[in-house]
């Protein structure tokens, strides 16, 4: 079983940044692969990034360029920097971990970018 505690999310004008956080209950060197999805009213759940247990990153093409996931192994913990971000990329962010073959999820946080 894997925890994951998301936070970070809030309200920016469009243009501006935010940082996201996960925080896993294991060691995230045991992790498979973790990464980011969203989910807007009315619309499916889409990745938005990911990143392996070797570091290899994967991005959403809508926000290539503007967001970038890391780690930080000491503190168990994924990032979602966001930066220009775009009305468009207003949705509920959810936190997923790839883990012995299962599949976890955080609570997810909100993420509203007013125009």
């Known amino acids: 079983q894997v925890q994951l505690v998301e936070s970070g999310g809030g309200l920016v004008q469009a243009g501006g940044s935010l940082r996201l956080s996960c925080a896993a209950s294991?060691?995230?060197?045991?992790?498979?692969?973790m990464g980011w999805y969203r989910q807007a009213p009315g619309k499916q759940r889409e990745q938005v990034a990911a990143?392996?247990?070797?570091?290899?990153?994967n991005y959403a093409d809508s926000v290539k360029g503007r967001f970038t996931i890391s780690t930080s192994i000491g503190k168990n913990t994924v990032y979602l920097q966001m930066n220009s971000l775009k009305p468009e990329d207003t949705a509920v962010y959810y936190c997923s971990a790839d883990y012995r073959g299962s599949s976890f999820w955080g609570q997810g946080t909100q993420v509203t970018v007013s125009s």
């Open positions: 294991v060691n995230i060197f045991t992790i498979t692969s």
């Open positions: 990143i392996t247990a070797g570091g290899s990153t």
